[in-house]
C-alpha cells in the first residue's frame, strides 16, 4: 500500500503522560502498524509508571469540537474509543458515533487502571453499557471489565464465554474478553452469529505491560482499517502486544510501558 492509502484511524481516549497508554501510546501502536492516527483527548490524567495520581475530564465542548474537526476534514477509516472518564463525555461520545456508523468502531471498555484508580464514574458505567455497546462492532473487555459489566464472576474460560455472550445479548455485536492474567493467556473471541474462537497465547513474564489494554484495542482497530477482517485483526493484534511487552524497556520505579516500536531500532 502507497504513502497515499495509509489508512486515517481516530482514537477518542485519555491522555498518559508517561506514554504507554492512552492517547499517545495509541498513536505509537498506529504508526508501527501502518496507520496515520489522529486523536480526541477526553481527559487528561497525571500518573508516571507508578500510578495515578490525579485524573481530569477535558470540557466535552473541546472534545465535541475536536471531534467535528477532525471528522469533517480527513477520511477515518476506524475509531477506537479509550478512556473516558464521565457519563458526560460518553453520552457525547455516543452522539458522535452515530455520525460514524458503518465504520469500523472498537471499544476499550476502560473502568481502571491497573493501579486501581477509577478511571470512570458509576454513571458512566450505565451509559457505557447503554448507549455505547450497542453501536461499536467491537468491545475489548478484560476480565476484569467484563465482571463489572455482566455482574457475574469471571475467573476462567468459561466465565470469559459466557461474560462475551451475556454483552452480546445487551448489544454488542463482536466481544473479544482478554485474559493475559491466566497462565494460558487465552482471549475469547464472541462473534456475531454465534461463533466463538479463542486465542490462546503463553504468558510472558515481564513488568513491561502498562498499556496492553490500550495497544490491543488500537492495533484491532488498525487491522480493520487495512481491510482485514476481524479475527485476522484479533490474532495479529494479540502478536503485536507479545512482541511489544518482549521487547519493553523499563522507564521509572513502577511498571514500565510496552514498547509499541519495537521494529524500530
Ligand atoms: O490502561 C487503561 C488506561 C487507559 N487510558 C488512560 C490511562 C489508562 C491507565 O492508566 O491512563 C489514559
Redesign the pocket.
Given at each position: 500500500m502507497g504513502p497515499a492509502n495509509i489508512p486515517v484511524v481516530l482514537t477518542i481516549?485519555?491522555?498518559?503522560p508517561?506514554s504507554?497508554?492512552?492517547?499517545t501510546?495509541d498513536l505509537k501502536t498506529m504508526a508501527a502498524l501502518g496507520c496515520y492516527g489522529v486523536a480526541a483527548i477526553t481527559?487528561v490524567?497525571v500518573?508516571n509508571t507508578q500510578g495515578?495520581i490525579r485524573?481530569e475530564t477535558l470540557p466535552v465542548e473541546l472534545l465535541r469540537d475536536t471531534l467535528h474537526a477532525l471528522a469533517e476534514d480527513a477520511e477515518i477509516s476506524a475509531v477506537k474509543v479509550?478512556?473516558l472518564g464521565t457519563a458526560v463525555v460518553a453520552r457525547k461520545v455516543a452522539h458522535f458515533l452515530e455520525s460514524q456508523i458503518g465504520k469500523p468502531i472498537i471499544l476499550?471498555p476502560?473502568l481502571?487502571?491497573?493501579?486501581g484508580?477509577d478511571?470512570m464514574d458509576s454513571e458512566g458505567l450505565s451509559v457505557l453499557r447503554n448507549e455505547l455497546l450497542p453501536r461499536v462492532t467491537l468491545i475489548t473487555p478484560n476480565m476484569a471489565e467484563a465482571q463489572v459489566m455482566t455482574g457475574k464472576p469471571v475467573h476462567d474460560l468459561a466465565g470469559m464465554r459466557s461474560a462475551a455472550h451475556e454483552l452480546q445479548t445487551l448489544g454488542a455485536k463482536n466481544v473479544v474478553v482478554t485474559g493475559g492474567h491466566l497462565p494460558e493467556n487465552v482471549d475469547v473471541l464472541a462473534l456475531e452469529g454465534g461463533a466463538t474462537v479463542d486465542f490462546p497465547g503463553a504468558r510472558v513474564e515481564s513488568n513491561c505491560t502498562?498499556?496492553?489494554?490500550?495497544a490491543f484495542s488500537t492495533a484491532i482497530a488498525c487491522g480493520l482499517a487495512l481491510g482485514r477482517d476481524l479475527k485476522k485483526s484479533v490474532s495479529d493484534a494479540k502478536e503485536f502486544v507479545r512482541r511489544a511487552v518482549e521487547a519493553g524497556y523499563p522507564t521509572g520505579k513502577g511498571t514500565g510501558p510496552l514498547n509499541h516500536l519495537f521494529r524500530l531500532k
Open positions: 481516549a485519555g491522555f498518559d508517561s504507554g497508554a492512552g492517547i501510546g481527559a490524567t500518573q495515578v485524573v479509550g478512556m476499550d476502560v481502571r487502571s491497573s493501579s484508580a478511571l502498562h498499556g496492553t489494554g490500550c
